[in-house]
């Protein structure tokens, strides 16, 4: 039972990093420049694809995520000098019709480009099979490996946002917005940098995740609103935000999934609680948000603004 | 400052239009017009009730469907449980008597807008904007994890409706009764934007610091605006779930949302019957580019790239990035 | 000595290490114009924002008409008959002059909650609001759109929009930044006719007008009241003159 | 005439055209209502039923039965208004009263009621709704894959026949799940070690596969549609949990397997059908498709295969004459086709009795995992809500 409860809580942790992947590029996007990009979950589906259909090709999965970054870095830029730089001084509403726009073009390029079906992808063999680490106790290679990059990709962005000048810049942009552009700072430059980063952590969070699922088209669409929720609670333009509430919404994800229907069994019939259960663990995540907007309407991390 | 102004010419034109449309798809041999255009109604009863917040009022409204699903939802839910229990006459009138049921979906919607409300409207802009978005994933979700309501899958309902008594299910009879619903959702909101109410929502719109100097308490009429539209969305649930006699979650998805939302500003923002026009050409081009390419999602969305930038700050203008 | 309109006692507001206002204590009696100057992040703008009902003190009281109002949100301060203006020119810009003026007017009436009948063309609401913009001279752009007002004409709009909240105390933020030499003088003949029958608090860096209009001054630094009295006495005062005013003539 | 792959129906300015094409044909060919979904991540089933009635009519040269067809494919883009409306124009513009290629439950229970009430014959060549069974029955609707408990119930019989003896299921909380998971627990005669239900569109299942683990069961009964399956698959795979047969029943086509590859090697499924399985019919199927479209059929196309066929049949009964329903009815029962499953025939509710199969996936000669025919699990199995159903 040790080992399952710490299996669980390893599946808890693995969850939110690879979420907090998607959502760091996302909450500076959201916090720097103000604009709500519902295309980022496309950028994460076009990592997965990229990865895919490179690695098919190539054989090797490390050129499959290197053409993933490489990709999704420079179809961040391109969307960014061409769409998302004239939505800056546009209503948000504009920017959610651009970028829904932008999900509606992707999914069906995406269809026409490689089928209705699931694409092919196999774990490299040296990432595939489980990690044993005692006689009771294993767990798999590959999402070992996600919590080693995750926590990597953790670790480098709180090293870029605190110690460089370029991080400093905008992690002051993403909370205190006019006082950057009133210093002067190149922000378009800086902008266009800073999205083409972000999406390339959605594209590098979309490949990593892609050997564990079903890459189809659409596959970003509902995992962004998790991002956005994630965003939410941990404070518009906050990156730390972003890292802890991305593991609190793994762990409360997890936990409803696992220790909900296992107390909820203990006094009610096991068909109802198991229903019960998935109603509240699929809600628990806005649930966790709601109570976090009443105490902290601007989110947990939110800056002083 | 581009405005679509409602003049009374456009709202005599949109009504004769309304009021002749089966005729002419009669006349020409096109009757099927009659159950999409009953459709482009009820969706604009929906659009039009998002504009009071999200045109009339400036709150950036991304969760729309959840009040349109619940309305739904309340109607089949009521006629499921009709059905279920023939011998219960008080069930049986409130799961077939449109006249009880619709009202209810309405309630019902706005109380969760309620809800809903005094929650989001604790933040403004970009935040108020995802937690409307979350709060109706929540209710979105919620539903689909219900399998005594179908779940994923939606229910059907199952009762002929009546409304005072009369059967209504003849698909023009339908039809009217939905146009009248419209016609007094635009004249109501005709009345609603230029009485003392509506005036405080615009100044809202425009700055709702100063207006909270002059002495309003800005967050009450945001919450009745929110409720009432909430309400409205719930009435248009309800019709749809009557026009479809089915319901699904699929009413509330994010999607459905967003489609509203693009509805909304392709029809103009703080219109009286724009949200209308915004359902027409919409569902027009949707189902004109479904029925030429299974690849319709690229050119609606190229369609709306192009309207986005084709209008240089636009209708939409009106809601400038405030806080 | 009678009760004074507004009595602040003891207040304090501080962000992190920062105290923008600090043991501050200041009695406005009914009548007075009252200026309130300091030089720039001395608190001033904190000051008012704590009056108005924007900000929570972190300690001390306002009290206003004897009633204390130290817990009372914004909506209730206006109604007890504090009004403001504000540094940066605040108006609804897609309205007209005088709808800018009606939606004030509006708010004297109680809630407004009324779904039927348009305000803009009841009398009750229009009348006083066309007799406020005449007062601030600003009748003939009545029907103008807001944001097409020149600068000036936008202050003078606040100023009607402040009016017409049938006001006790007008806190006026710079009522003249910003503006050309001839516009501010405009505002202080405005200002001058106005004094009478209003109590005002007034944050102001254009000295003239503050000597010009004001019957006692208070010197603000650090959030603290260094000086306060008639314009004489404290522009004689040698603390405010090395604090703040400097060679002033 | 011929078939108009997608026909596009500009409707809304197409009304004088329509007409006057109305009257140049007095002689109509039998115009058929394809509503099916062909869009969106869910298009790949529609693409195949659609692919095979095509390749069906296209093997008589626009004919079915002898009789030449109008074949009329709409996209309903697994959306239940936009299925509607094309239902609605197909009844009152088209003039159409014979339809089939509805693939997913939500549009069945928006449009089939109403076409039904409208008179047509509806042929569903997808799992029949449970709801629309029994004593929910109808004489127009027919439905021409399997009943809605079948796959359910056919992964039982593949779990018995293996001698399985405890196992545990994992389906999505949504009415086919729970419906799926209820026929499973019927006909299975082991135990149950425990049921996990999750979330639709789940797409981890790290939580799950952990608790799977605990249990140590001897197989796993998943009922876990498209992507939900590939993800479930590819995660299971990665976990030290050793070689667990999964009953999938009709959720893993031999797309899915090939795309999920060695994660699917432990995939038992079963259906009425298999591209191997050794009759004449299903021979030449799998031939002409192959040649057609350069894939391998699956069993959704070889549904919608058969439909055409069974249509073709009753066309031929009624030289092409549908307007008497009553007969139309009488030949579509009598089902006097050569069914690509070998046998054929209409339960009392109208849907198929019919043999099941098992498949077990192997690696082919070009390393492609493919299932394979092992053996029959169920002899004419028909709808056990049959009876309940009274015209």
């Known amino acids: 039972m040790a080992a399952f409860a710490f299996e669980q809580s390893l599946n808890a942790i693995q969850l939110g990093l690879t979420l907090f992947l998607l959502t760091a590029g996302l909450t500076l996007t959201f916090g720097f420049m103000g604009v709500i990009n519902l295309a980022h979950g496309s950028v994460y589906m076009i990592g997965a694809y990229v990865l895919a259909a490179v690695s098919l090709r190539t054989g090797s999965f490390l050129i499959g995520i290197a053409a993933a970054l490489l990709t999704t870095g420079i179809i961040g830029l391109l969307l960014e000098l061409s769409l998302v730089r004239r939505l800056y001084r546009r209503g948000h509403l504009d920017q959610v019709l651009a970028t829904f726009a932008v999900i509606l073009i992707a999914n069906g390029l995406t269809t026409w480009l490689f089928g209705r079906q699931p694409i092919q992808l196999d774990i490299p063999s040296y990432l595939s099979g489980p990690l044993r680490l005692t006689a009771d106790l294993s767990y798999p290679k590959y999402r070992a490996f996600l919590i080693a990059l995750g926590v990597a990709i953790a670790v480098l962005l709180h090293i870029v946002m605190g110690r460089t000048r370029v991080g400093m810049r905008v992690r002051a942009g993403s909370t205190h917005r006019e006082l950057v552009r009133a210093l002067g700072v190149d922000v378009r430059g800086l902008f266009a940098l800073v999205f083409g980063l972000g999406s390339m952590l959605a594209g590098f969070a979309g490949a990593l995740i892609a050997p564990l699922q079903a890459v189809e088209a659409g596959m970003g669409d509902q995992i962004v609103i998790l991002a956005f929720v994630v965003i939410v609670i941990g404070g518009v333009g906050s990156v730390r935000g972003a890292f802890f509430a991305s593991l609190m919404v793994g762990i409360v994800d997890t936990l409803g999934r696992v220790v909900l229907p296992f107390l909820l069994k203990s006094f009610t019939a096991p068909a109802v609680s198991t229903a019960l259960s998935i109603g509240v663990s699929s809600t628990a995540v806005y649930l966790l948000m709601a109570a976090v907007l009443i105490v902290r309407p601007a989110g947990l991390f939110a800056g002083r603004a | 400052m581009i405005r679509l102004i409602p003049s009374t010419v456009g709202l005599a034109l949109v009504i004769a239009a309304i009021v002749l449309l089966p005729g002419v798809a009669t006349a020409l041999h096109q009757p099927f017009w009659i159950s999409i255009g009953t459709r482009i109604l009820i969706v604009g009863i929906a659009v039009i009730s998002l504009d009071l917040v999200v045109g009339h009022a400036g709150l950036p409204s991304f969760g729309h469907a959840a009040f349109f699903g619940a309305g739904g939802f309340t109607a089949g839910i009521l006629s499921v449980q009709a059905a279920a229990d023939p011998s219960s006459a008080l069930l049986q009138l409130i799961g077939s008597e449109a006249a009880v049921s619709w009202p209810l979906a309405a309630a019902v919607a706005g109380l969760f807008g309620l809800l809903f409300g005094a929650l989001a409207l604790r933040t403004r802009g970009v935040n108020f904007l995802m937690i409307t978005l979350a709060f109706a994933q929540m209710l979105y979700f919620v539903f689909v994890s219900l399998p005594t309501y179908g779940g994923d899958e939606g229910v059907r309902l199952r009762q002929t409706q009546h409304l005072f008594g009369r059967d209504i299910s003849d698909p023009l009879v339908f039809y009217y009764v939905v146009a009248a619903m419209l016609i007094g959702t635009i004249l109501g909101m005709r009345m609603l934007m230029v009485s003392r109410f509506g005036r405080v929502l615009a100044s809202c719109r425009q700055n709702e610091r100063r207006t909270r100097f002059l002495g309003y308490r800005t967050d009450l009429y945001l919450l009745l605006a929110f409720a009432l539209s909430a309400a409205g969305g719930g009435l248009a649930g309800a019709l749809m779930a009557n026009h479809l006699r089915y319901v699904s979650p699929q009413m509330m998805s994010w999607f459905q949302s967003g489609e509203f939302l693009i509805m909304n500003v392709l029809g103009g923002l703080a219109s009286s019957y724009g949200g209308l026009l915004g359902a027409a050409a919409f569902i027009v081009l949707h189902e004109t580019f479904l029925s030429f390419t299974e690849y319709w999602e690229v050119v609606l969305g190229i369609g709306l790239l192009v309207f986005v930038f084709a209008n240089p700050g636009g209708l939409a203008r009106l809601l400038a990035d405030r806080r | 000595m009678s009760q004074p309109l507004l009595r602040i006692e003891g207040l304090r507001k501080s962000f992190g290490a920062l105290a923008a206002t600090n043991d501050f204590s200041l009695d406005i009696p009914t009548g007075e114009t009252h200026a309130l100057i300091g030089p720039n992040g001395a608190g001033k703008t904190t000051l008012i924002a704590q009056i108005s009902g924007e900000l929570r003190p972190d300690a001390g009281s306002i009290q206003f008409a004897g009633e204390d109002i130290t817990a009372l949100t914004i909506a209730q301060r206006v109604e007890r008959g504090i009004s403001r203006s504000f540094q940066i020119s605040s108006i609804l810009p897609e309205f007209t002059v005088l709808q800018n003026v009606a939606i004030a007017v509006q708010a004297t009436e109680g809630h407004s909650f009324r779904f039927h009948g348009d305000p803009w063309r009841d009398p009750r609401v229009q009348d006083p609001a066309l007799r406020c913009l005449e007062a601030v001279q600003l009748a003939s752009k009545a029907h103008v759109i807001a944001s097409e007002l020149a600068h000036g004409e936008q202050r003078q709009l606040e100023l009607a929009m402040a009016l017409a909240l049938k006001p006790r105390l007008v806190l006026l933020d710079e009522p003249t930044a910003g503006m050309a030499q001839e516009d501010a003088r405009r505002i202080q003949a405005l200002l001058r006719r106005l004094k009478t029958g209003l109590t005002m608090l007034l944050v102001e860096h254009d000295m003239d007008l503050v000597f010009a209009l004001s019957d006692r001054v208070t010197v603000m630094v650090y959030g603290k009241a260094v000086s306060s009295g008639p314009p004489e006495q404290v522009r004689a005062d040698p603390v405010v003159r090395e604090a703040y005013l400097g060679d002033f003539p | ?391």
């Open chain 4, 1 to 391: 005439m011929g078939i108009s792959a997608v026909k596009p129906h500009l409707a809304f300015l197409s009304a004088a055209l329509a007409i006057g094409a109305s009257v140049a044909h007095a002689q109509s060919p039998v115009k058929i209502g394809l509503i099916t979904t062909l869009s969106t991540a869910g298009g790949a089933l529609g693409q195949d039923m659609r692919d095979a009635f095509q390749l069906a009519a296209k093997e008589e040269g626009g004919k079915l039965g002898g009789v030449p067809v109008d074949l009329m494919v709409a996209d309903d883009g697994l959306n239940p208004n936009t299925a509607k409306d094309i239902a609605e124009r197909m009844l009152q513009h088209d003039g159409i009263r014979l339809f089939t290629g509805i693939i997913y439950t939500n549009v069945t229970l928006a449009i089939v009621p109403d076409l039904l009430r409208a008179g047509a014959v509806v042929i569903q060549n997808n799992t029949g709704p449970v709801e629309l069974d029994g004593k929910n029955c109808n004489p127009n609707l027919f439905g021409s894959a399997w009943h809605g408990e079948a796959p359910g119930e056919s992964a039982a019989a593949a779990a018995n026949a293996r001698n399985t003896k405890q196992l545990m299921t994992i389906v999505p909380n949504y009415t086919s799940g729970l419906e799926q998971r209820g026929a499973f627990k019927r006909g299975f005669k082991g135990q149950i070690l425990d049921d996990i239900l999750v979330k639709l569109n789940q797409t981890d299942y790290a939580a799950e596969i952990s608790q799977i683990k605990l249990r140590r069961p001897e197989g796993i009964y998943m009922f876990l549609p498209g992507g939900m399956g590939i993800s479930f698959m590819r995660q299971l795979h990665q976990a030290d949990i050793g070689d667990i047969p999964m009953y999938a029943a009709t959720t893993v086509s031999e797309q899915v397997t090939a795309t999920v590859g060695e994660a699917a090697r432990n995939v038992v499924g079963s259906a009425p059908w298999t591209p191997d399985l050794d009759n004449p019919a299903s021979r030449k199927f799998v031939a002409e498709f192959r040649e057609a479209y350069k894939r391998t059929p699956t069993v959704y196309a070889a549904n919608g295969y058969d439909t055409a066929k069974l249509i073709g049949s009753a066309l031929a009964a009624t030289r092409g004459d549908i307007s008497n329903i009553a007969a139309v009815r009488k030949a579509i029962l009598a089902a006097k086709f050569d069914s690509v499953r070998g046998k054929f025939a209409f339960g009392a509710s109208q849907y198929p009795v019919e043999d099941w199969y098992m498949t077990t996936v192997s690696k082919d000669a070009s390393g492609t995992y493919v299932p394979h025919n092992a053996g029959k699990v169920l002899t004419a199995h028909g709808s056990p809500y049959a009876d309940q159903c009274k015209f």
